[in-house]
Every structure is written in structure tokens, then in C-alpha cells.
């Protein structure tokens, strides 16, 4: 496998670091990056060759990320037009571009996955929605499954339309459990608590809940019910999530997210 990035930033850096130490490293991974001191400090900590030309980099790669901002994406796209061979995979992590708009650019014929990650990537434990456009074969599809599943976990999405609602549920998601793990630190501090103590409570707690339900056989209501004993503390708690409309505010949240996202991509960002 011969691997190409075009941007070499964030989402880049943390893919790169998964998939050069996984077992099958690619035979090479090119990097296009215009900036040079950014360059070189991926030289420095990744097995890559850097490369000011976009062209250069992707020669005789089989797939190619494009891992730029959304509004870089028109430029890199039309630099791309017409110097890509038939069968090149391009995948594209940039937030609310559609398929529409890269083929319209690069051609219905070019294999085209487009993915959702989000930031917990950048420690290896993401989650990535993706969508394969119709130019992919069973071959592509795997080709980028294992790209991404170097930063963490993987789903196919088989309608693009509802890669915003990935948005709106992973993509965004790390930022709302962040803000319930501030809400639950103020409430610890409300009730008494130091500041140090109660942030340290709810972000390990939040930790620890993740971990265990994702090595759990039980699912998570199971595993909600199991710490919920009838007229106890926890039960206390979840009848006023409850009594305050806690899943309706989620749902309201979600489909504010994703409308947002339909919207941003209709207007290119
Ligand atoms: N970060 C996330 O958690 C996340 C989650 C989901 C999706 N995404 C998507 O992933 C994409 C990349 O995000 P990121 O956080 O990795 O951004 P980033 O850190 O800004 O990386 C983008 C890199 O591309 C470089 N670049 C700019 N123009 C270029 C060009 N013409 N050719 C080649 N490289 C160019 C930038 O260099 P300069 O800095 O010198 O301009 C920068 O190093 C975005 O489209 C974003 O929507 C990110």
C-alpha cells in the first residue's frame, strides 16, 4: 500500500501515527504540506516524506486523504482535477464536503470515500463514520477502513445523507461530554466539593463508564440499571434528569447539530 496526505496537520498527524505502527505499515507514506518548518517536524516524528508539491506527493499512491480544512478543499480538489489515475482512492476527511461536491470536481468515475472522525482520533481512540461513494469497490472500501481504524473505531454509513447526524452524534459528541463533566464538576462544587477533587471525580468517572461499557457484554441500559438500585442515590438523581426532560434535550440537541451541519454543507461551509 502507498499512501499519500494532502495536509499534514491534525487529523494527518493522528492517522499517520496509527497506521505507520500497525502490523502492515504502508510501503510509504508522502506527505503534501506547504508549510516547511510543519514539514520537517513530521519527517522528525513520523516514518514520512514531506513534500511542498501536492502532485509530487501523490504520484503512484493508491489512495490519498485529504486532510485540509473545508475551505482549502475547493483549491486542493481543482489541483487534483485531471492528475489522478482511474483507479487512485481518494479519501476525504474535511467536515460537510459531500461526495456531490468532490466528484463534480474530480469526476463520478474517481473512487471517493468520505469520513467523519472525530478528536478522541488524536489519541487513537476515535470513531469514524464513513461512506463510500459508487466508484468504490469492495477493495477501496477496505483500503480506507484500514486508514481510519488506525485512529480508532469504524462504521459504514450506506446514506450520505446521515453522515451529519454522524456529525451531530460523534463528531460533536466529545464536546458534550465534556460539558456534562463540567456540569457534573459544578454540581459536585455546588454541593460542597473542592474544585480539584470534583473535576477529578467526573472526568474519571466519565472514563471509567466508557471504558467498562465498551469491555461490557451488558448493554448500556443494562449496565445503568445495574448501578441503579430502587429508591437509592442514583435513582434519586435520574428521575430529575428524567422529570427535566434530559433525552428530549438530547434529541432537540442532535437535530439542532445536524440541521446545522445540512445547512453548512449546502452553503459549502
Ligand atoms: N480535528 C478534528 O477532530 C476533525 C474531526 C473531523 C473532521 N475533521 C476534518 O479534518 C480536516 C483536517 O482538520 P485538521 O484539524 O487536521 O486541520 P489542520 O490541523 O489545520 O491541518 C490542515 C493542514 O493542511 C495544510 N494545508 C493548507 N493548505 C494546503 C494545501 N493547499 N495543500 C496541502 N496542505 C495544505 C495546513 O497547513 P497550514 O496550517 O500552513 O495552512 C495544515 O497543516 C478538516 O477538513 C476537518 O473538517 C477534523
Request: net charge negative; proline share 6%.
Amino acid at each position: 500500500m502507498k499512501l499519500a496526505f494532502v495536509g499534514g496537520g491534525n487529523v494527518a498527524s493522528a492517522l499517520i501515527s496509527g497506521i505507520s505502527q500497525s502490523p502492515l505499515p504502508p510501503e510509504f507514506i508522502h506527505v503534501s504540506e506547504p508549510d516547511e518548518p510543519a514539514r520537517r517536524r513530521l519527517e522528525e516524528r513520523f516514518p514520512v516524506t514531506g513534500f511542498a508539491s501536492t502532485l509530487e506527493a501523490i504520484a503512484t499512491a493508491h489512495a490519498i486523504v485529504l486532510a485540509v480544512k473545508p475551505q482549502v478543499m475547493p483549491i486542493v480538489l481543482d489541483e487534483l482535477a485531471g492528475n489522478l489515475e482511474p483507479g487512485q482512492l481518494v479519501i476525504s476527511v474535511a467536515a460537510g464536503i459531500t461526495l456531490g461536491q468532490i466528484s463534480g470536481i474530480l469526476g463520478q468515475q474517481q473512487p471517493v470515500v468520505r469520513c467523519m472522525p472525530n478528536t478522541p482520533a488524536l489519541i487513537g481512540k476515535g470513531i469514524t463514520g464513513l461512506h463510500a461513494g459508487p466508484g468504490c469497490t469492495e477493495h477501496h472500501r477496505h483500503f480506507a477502513q484500514r486508514v481510519l481504524g488506525a485512529a480508532g473505531a469504524t462504521v459504514w454509513v450506506d446514506d450520505e445523507a446521515l453522515m451529519d447526524v454522524v456529525t451531530a452524534v460523534s463528531g460533536s459528541g466529545p464536546a458534550y461530554f465534556y460539558y456534562l463533566v463540567e456540569a457534573l464538576t459544578e454540581a459536585g462544587v455546588a454541593m460542597g466539593l473542592p474544585d480539584e477533587i470534583a473535576a477529578k471525580l467526573a472526568l474519571h468517572t466519565a472514563r471509567g463508564a466508557g471504558d467498562m461499557a465498551l469491555q461490557s457484554e451488558l448493554d448500556i441500559a443494562a449496565l445503568r440499571r445495574a448501578v441503579t438500585t430502587p429508591g437509592g442515590t442514583t435513582e434519586a438523581a435520574l428521575d430529575e434528569f428524567s422529570a427535566c426532560g434530559f433525552k428530549e434535550m438530547v434529541q432537540r440537541a442532535v437535530r439542532a447539530a445536524t440541521e446545522r451541519g445540512r445547512h453548512l454543507s449546502s452553503n459549502g461551509g
